[in-house]
Nanobody
């Protein structure tokens, strides 16, 4: 059974940086699409960034040029480097593993950006 565990969230001032990590158990990580999503209070969960097994990436317009998604298949880990953080980036951040019809979510990690 695949499990995802996120870490790296916390409180940071506007303009600061954080790096989120998501470690996956199981053997399908390297052949799966990995994504980071966020959900602010009272809002829907939204895609922040995604990376395919081949390393192709896509980003939400709001984070382009500020966030970078990457993966290390040897460590079963996907990262989200978040730079130049803004108060509107405050949310719970979740990672998701997708492989065909299988979707696995992590428990989330809270990111709070103070102004």
């Amino acid at each position: 059974q695949v499990r995802l565990v996120e870490s790296g969230g916390g409180l940071v001032e506007a303009g600061g940086s954080l790096r989120l990590s998501c470690v996956a158990s199981g053997s399908i990580f390297s052949i799966s699409v990995m994504g980071w999503y966020h959900q602010a209070p009272g809002k829907q969960r939204e895609l922040v960034a995604a990376i395919t097994s081949a390393g192709s990436t896509n980003y939400a317009d709001s984070v382009k040029g500020r966030f970078t998604i990457s993966r290390d298949n040897a460590k079963n880990t996907v990262y989200l480097q978040m730079d130049r953080l803004r108060p509107e980036d405050t949310a719970v951040y979740y990672c998701k593993l997708s492989k065909r019809s299988l979707e696995i979510w992590g428990q989330g990690t809270l990111v709070t950006v103070s102004s």
